[in-house]
């Protein structure tokens, strides 16, 4: 059984699954139109990524900015997104949606994870906006398929979530910690090395694997740049 920490990558296209592959990446976020912090992209989109590269894919469940589900019919177009990757070969999913007060949805969060026949899913940074996150994990506990939280520790990033996120850690498999933590949201590659002490495991990155930023591709050598920081011993 491999031990070495799971490198998530975002992309936006075919390109960018190929760009990340090369580097090292172990798995994907595919989401589109990052003006919005990641939307569901199309299910062409999928279908082509899924041609061109062959580790696993996690796709973006979120129709709208923010992290509230919105009204019955947006949940039921939410439900209808689901379906229709599920229909195209999808199998991993990216979802997480809070209420006016900044608790768990889970009404929504229940109908949505009803259409993934069990799929592996991540509840993504919606976490660092809730108003009570040990509750979030207490409320999800349980949900089939739920196996990641992505997380920076805080709404403004990893270098004020790190207490956070060692803490959370530290946690590991109490009811409600047992899925993975996997860090993402201003990380650095600095950050990595206390992390990975605390028995982190799982990183994600997007920006940081775009030297010209968002408007270009990602590269290969700045994903190779974090896999070699992510293999050290």
Do not use: N
Not at 202 to 214: L, S, T
Request: charged letters at 30%; a negative charge.
């Amino acid at each position: 059984m491999s031990t070495r920490a799971v490198l998530e990558v975002i992309a936006l296209g075919a390109e960018d699954a190929v760009a990340a592959q090369a580097g090292g990446a172990d798995r994907l976020e595919l989401v589109t139109d990052m003006a919005a912090d990641g939307l569901t992209p199309p299910v062409e989109t999928f279908a082509g990524i899924r041609a061109a590269v062959d580790i696993d894919l996690r796709v973006m469940l979120r129709l709208t900015d923010g992290f509230a589900a919105g009204d019955p019919e947006d949940v039921a177009r939410l439900v209808r997104a689901a379906r229709g990757m599920r229909a195209a070969g999808a199998e991993e999913f990216v979802l997480g949606f809070l209420d006016p007060d900044g608790l768990v949805d889970l009404d929504a969060v229940e109908r949505i994870v009803g259409e993934l026949d069990g799929c592996r899913w991540t509840f993504h940074r919606a976490i660092d906006r809730a108003a009570d996150r040990d509750a979030l994990r207490k409320q999800l506990d349980g949900l089939p398929g739920l196996d990641a939280y992505l997380t920076a520790g805080s709404a403004t990033g990893v270098d004020d979530g790190l207490p956070t996120l060692l803490t959370e850690a530290a946690r590991r498999g109490d009811p409600g910690y047992e899925p993975r933590i996997m860090v993402g949201g201003g990380l650095r590659l600095e950050h990595v090395p206390r992390l990975k002490a605390a028995g982190i495991d799982a990183f994600h990155i997007g920006g940081a694997a775009r030297p010209g930023g968002w408007d270009g591709p990602v590269a290969a050598e700045a994903v190779r740049q974090w896999r070699r920081v992510l293999d050290e011993r």
